[in-house]
């Protein structure tokens, strides 16, 4: 039996996105921009969050601070997609195995709304979605 046709996530990794994230999201058949591919090297990070949600790409940080508001604190009309990296570098393969799936079920149901909303942390020990 054959897995389930899904539409691909559209990220943009943020600059402390190590390449083995990129490439394994990248395997799964994800969409993933590199920030530098977009943006100068010294673009701040709210900057990166709007521009990036402007053109509807789910920014991948590990940088928890500067992307740290929940969805509901940004305008209503404002689409929004984040996923936060909050596990130790060296366990994110081991981490996203696990939690891909709830992912890409989370990030399907609010591409099901206008406007896209999207947020969800991994942490070491737990899956969060911020509402």
Request: glycine share 6%.
């Amino acid at each position: 039996m054959s897995a389930p046709l899904r539409e691909p996530m559209i990220l943009l990794a943020d600059e402390n996105v190590p390449a083995s994230v990129v490439n394994y999201l990248r395997e799964r058949g994800h969409r993933v921009t590199l920030y530098t591919e977009l943006f100068a090297l010294v673009t701040p990070d709210p900057v990166i969050a709007h521009l990036g949600g402007q053109q509807g790409l789910t920014v991948v940080t590990w940088n928890f601070s500067d992307f740290k508001g929940k969805t509901a604190d940004l305008p209503e009309a404002e689409s929004i997609g984040r996923i936060i990296m909050r596990c130790p570098e060296p366990r994110a393969i081991e981490r996203l195995d696990v939690c891909l799936p709830s992912i890409e079920f989370e990030y399907a149901s609010a591409k099901a709304t206008e406007p896209f909303r999207f947020h969800v942390e991994v942490g070491e020990h737990y899956f969060k979605v911020m509402k």
